[in-house]
Nanobody, 126 residues
């Protein structure tokens, strides 16, 4: 049973914008922290952004330093969706992007303690 589904990846030119979406089952997204990670071939997945369950924009969001000011992670509560808004993208942002959520709604340092989507490829060209 697929519980996290990403979409919106594709090709974009450097300096452009892209929106990734992650639709989650209600049981997963409700009152849970939602996050985005990214991974290059042969590399470990790395944190991109996370949004807490609260509806106060900004106070419950966290970003990797490399994307702060360029990415935002808005949640659409009505659609059980968390998005990743990417602006002024760079070639080095070419990765597979994954949506995730803690299995037990508690943060963990182990990737095994998270639901993961199948990933969506983002390719930024110069």
């Amino acid at each position: 049973q697929v519980q996290l589904v990403e979409s919106g990846g594709g090709s974009v030119q450097a300096g452009g914008s892209l929106r990734l979406s992650c639709v989650a089952s209600r049981s997963i997204i409700s009152n849970n922290i939602m996050g985005w990670y990214r991974q290059a071939p042969g590399k470990q997945r790395e944190f991109v952004a996370a949004a807490g369950p609260g509806r106060s924009t900004g106070r419950s969001q966290d970003y990797a330093g490399s994307v702060k000011g360029r990415f935002t992670i808005p949640r659409d509560y009505a659609r059980n969706t968390v998005n990743l808004e990417m602006k002024n993208v760079k070639v080095k942002y070419t990765f597979i992007y994954y949506c995730n959520a803690p299995l037990n709604k508690v943060l963990s340092t182990s990737y095994a303690d998270y639901f993961w989507g199948q990933g969506t490829q983002v390719t930024v060209s110069s």
